[in-house]
């Protein structure tokens, strides 16, 4: 689960959540969900959480490789 960690942090940000709620949601400490938003946010060279947004709806609706 701990590499999935960031694609379920990303798609509860397309759904809306605050750092508060994905750190209820997935079972973490707010600080650990607010350091795995930055990563994304770092790894993406994006400066918004709509960016994160944005990037998830794309993998979800991307085929899955053969």
Known sequence: ????????????IFE????????DSLVI???TASSHV?????KLGASRRAEIATWACHVERS????
């Open 29 to 31: 400490a707010p600080k």
């Open 63 to 66: 085929p899955a490789p053969h």
């Open 38 to 42: 930055e990563h994304i946010l770092a």
């Open 16 to 23: 809306g959540y605050t750092n508060a709620e994905i750190a």
């Open 1 to 12: 689960m701990r590499r999935q960690l960031p694609f379920a942090v990303a798609r509860l």
